[in-house]
């Protein structure tokens, strides 16, 4: 059974930064391919950040530039750096795993963008 646990998420005025963080339990954990999404109410569930199990990264254009996603291997965690945080970024966060058998998910961690 694999867990993923997010923390970090909080209340920041724009402009500022929040570093995102998951834990996960699973064997292989450097073999997988790692991903960000976040939802706010109302609008759709988006892909933020993606990272290889090689360091490969993607972002979707809305958080290029401020957002940086990384992955410490051994300590089976992933990061998501968010700098410049704008209202528009708030959203719940979560953290995915990408299997062959579908994507696991974590419980999300709640981003607030407000001043």
């Known amino acids: 059974q694999v867990q993923l646990v997010e923390s970090g998420g909080g209340l920041v005025q724009p402009g500022g930064s929040l570093r995102l963080s998951c834990a996960a339990s699973?064997?292989?954990?450097?073999?997988?391919?790692m991903g960000w999404y976040r939802q706010d109410p109302g609008k759709q569930r988006e892909l933020v950040a993606q990272?290889?199990?090689?360091?490969?990264?993607n972002y979707a254009d809305s958080v290029k530039g401020r957002f940086t996603i990384s992955r410490d291997n051994a300590k089976k965690m992933m990061y998501l750096q968010m700098n410049s945080l704008k209202s528009e970024d708030t959203a719940v966060y979560y953290c995915?795993?990408?299997?062959?058998?579908?994507?696991?998910w974590g419980q999300g961690t709640q981003v607030t963008v407000s001043s």
């Open positions: 699973i064997s292989g954990f450097r073999l997988y391919t």
């Open positions: 995915t795993l990408f299997r062959q058998s579908g994507v696991e």
């Open positions: 990272i290889t199990s090689t360091g490969n990264t």
